[in-house]
């Protein structure tokens, strides 16, 4: 059963717009995504959620196709600060429950 | 501000001894987790309450037990631990008022357990 599936790790450099991509081909048809950022040695932390097309709040962007088999979390302009591990979490359709994806470690460099 | 609290953050207890972990929540939703966040793993989840009613994940080990006496506070009994149970322990709350699966949940700081 193929879950989510996310890039291990990404390398960016500050001010540059950073997109990460998570696959969720089973996704349940009526849950939403959802994406966490976690700093080590805390608890993960909401940033975006969305269920079709592009949601954006004061933080990143969150691009969905109509298949809704993919979701692209956008970063404009990382920072220092946003080195982190990003989490995308789906439910899975006919089994009633949700996973969080391999999260993606984001390395911002000076 | 309201939020999610557990205690201890750091929990060292022997092999066999069995230990329990905390977590308050001042937000009322009527859902919390317990997940074990292994080093470099994504968080997985034991086990959630929605209100009182129980939910075990299926792979979670007999040796995790969990109680909510009231909509504030859920604990995690490790009845004995082993090496492997060695991990960050997430709690996280959630509404959960729509019967999503993945409404927004809120997470608490962790408690990182030494097993020695």
């Known amino acids: 059963l193929a879950k989510t599936t996310q890039p291990i790790s990404m390398d960016s450099y500050e001010g540059q717009e950073v997109n990460i991509t998570c696959s969720h081909n089973?996704?349940?048809?009526?849950?939403?995504i959802t994406w966490y950022q976690q700093f080590p040695s805390q608890g993960p932390r909401f940033i975006i959620q969305g269920y079709k097309t592009k949601v954006t709040n004061e933080v990143a962007s969150l691009f969905i196709p109509a298949d809704r088999k993919s979701s692209t979390l956008s970063l404009p302009r990382v920072s220092l600060s946003d080195t982190a591990v990003y989490y995308c979490l789906v439910g899975v359709y006919n089994f009633n429950k949700f996973y969080f994806g391999s999260g993606t470690k984001l390395n911002v460099k000076p | 501000d309201a939020m999610v609290i557990q205690n201890p953050r750091y929990q060292v207890t022997q092999f066999g001894k069995p230990v329990t972990l905390s977590c308050s929540q001042t937000?009322?939703?009527?859902?919390m987790y317990w997940y074990q966040q292994k080093s470099s793993q994504a968080p997985k989840l034991l086990f959630h309450y929605y209100d009182k009613d129980f939910n075990n994940e299926a792979d979670t080990p007999d040796n995790f037990q969990s109680r909510r006496p009231n909509t504030s506070f859920c604990f995690l009994d490790i009845r004995s631990p082993g090496l492997g149970d060695a991990a960050m322990y997430l709690c996280?709350?959630?509404?959960?008022?729509?019967?999503?699966?993945?409404?927004?949940?809120?997470f608490g700081p962790g408690t990182r357990l030494t097993v020695l």
């Open positions: 937000l009322n939703h009527n859902v």
């Open positions: 996280a709350t959630s509404p959960q008022t729509s019967g999503r699966k993945t409404d927004t949940q809120y």
């Open positions: 089973n996704i349940a048809t009526n849950d939403y």
